[in-house]
């Protein structure tokens, strides 16, 4: 009943999107206007969005198969073949492609949806995992290359900033699309293509002076998180303030968005800290897998509750088993296996997320057929 109440909240709740980027409106909407005109309008936007996801997955699995621990690109170790690195940039610029495209054959068929913005934003919150493990392959965490917490760290500034824009909706109604994402898409695609043609050696050289090609890597996803993401999304949020048209006027309701996602960096970050086997060097991939999974389910929630006009969930029920299972950990009850531990803890989660997703868009989808 719950569900069904959710579904019908869903299907009248109001989509409204606000894309400022100089990228996207003189060069990518032109480009994307241009691909929807050739595909074939029985083509489902959904199928669209999910194709696109699943492309960044591929690039997920194929770079896990040859670069498991991310030491391939480390000098004196095996290299990721070239053919590898032309796939990855073919696949993560479809990806992006599709990803938009796929509102725009939803409003040239007239088969636009609340459930369809729900799949999109959803898939895009976890697609933030399998980019950011992807792209790292490209440097690894050899002399040359990033650190498993520096990268840590990286992952949750492009988590954090995947939630500003739903944190703004919450509150504004309005979804200000991030200036950082089309630059980093495109910037990712042509790396892969230049790493497949020069090769990661490159990468080991100063780009200028002592400065890495890993210090430009981590610039730009600090700088676009602190010179544009964030400035925007507060000033986005005081001008609806200033404006009294804030959905939320307690400070409270306003940042209670914020809860879950500070509760699993909080526990994750106090896994990796005090881990016995210090997991994040053992098993980074795996660990990486299951904070992105659990953020972007705290995402999904976030955004159907922005899209049904309710009140932000305070606790996410995934981060009490998980509170449990580190308490476990720190105290030396599972030292012996805590690497199947957690594999078996990130299964959960991959399973608990998609169980979710389905319990959602099958309601939803049903109401509206």
């Not at 980074?284 to 999974?293: D, E, K």
Request: charged share 10%; hydrophobic share 50%; with cysteine.
């Amino acid at each position: 009943m719950l569900r069904w109440a959710l579904a019908v909240q869903i299907a009248f709740s109001e989509w409204r999107a606000v894309d400022t980027n100089p990228l996207s409106i003189y060069v990518m909407h032109p480009f994307w206007n241009s691909v929807v005109k050739v595909l074939p309008t029985w083509l489902a936007p959904n199928l669209i969005t999910f194709t696109g996801f699943m492309f960044l997955v591929l690039n997920f699995l194929i770079l896990s198969f040859y670069d498991f621990d991310f030491y391939a690109s480390a000098q004196g170790y095996s290299h990721v073949p070239s053919w590898v690195w032309v796939a990855a940039g073919l696949f993560n610029f479809l990806a992006y492609t599709l990803d938009g495209v796929d509102g725009k054959q939803a409003r040239r068929t007239n088969s636009s949806t609340p459930l369809g913005e729900l799949f999109d934003h959803g898939l895009d919150s976890w697609a933030c995992v399998f980019f950011v493990c992807s792209v790292y392959s490209v440097f690894g965490r050899g002399e040359s290359g990033v650190g498993v917490v520096t990268l840590y760290f990286l992952l949750w500034v492009v988590l954090f900033s995947f939630i500003l824009s739903h944190w703004e909706k919450y509150n504004t109604g309005v979804l200000f699309l991030p200036w950082g994402y089309d630059l980093s898409q495109v910037t990712i695609s042509v790396v892969y293509i230049v790493t497949a043609w020069v090769g990661v050696e490159t990468w080991y050289l100063p780009f200028f002076w002592n400065i890495y090609y890993r210090d430009v890597f981590i610039v730009m996803i600090l700088g676009c998180l602190f010179t544009v993401t964030l400035p925007m999304s507060l000033y986005n949020v005081l001008k609806a303030y200033r404006s009294k048209t804030l959905k939320h006027s307690s400070v409270y309701e306003a940042f209670l968005p914020f809860l879950s996602p500070l509760l699993l960096f909080i526990l994750s970050s106090l896994w990796v800290a005090l881990s016995p086997t210090d997991i994040l060097q053992q098993q980074p991939r795996a660990f990486y897998l299951m904070v992105g999974t659990a953020f972007a389910n705290v995402t999904c929630k976030l955004i159907v509750c922005q899209m049904s006009n309710t009140r932000c969930q305070p606790l996410n029920w995934l981060l009490l088993p998980m509170a449990a299972l580190v308490l476990l950990i720190l105290t030396g009850l599972l030292n012996q296996s805590e690497t199947g531990v957690l594999y078996l803890w990130t299964g959960v989660v991959l399973l608990a997320h998609v169980h979710y997703g389905v319990s959602v868009v099958r309601p939803a989808r049903f109401h509206h057929e």
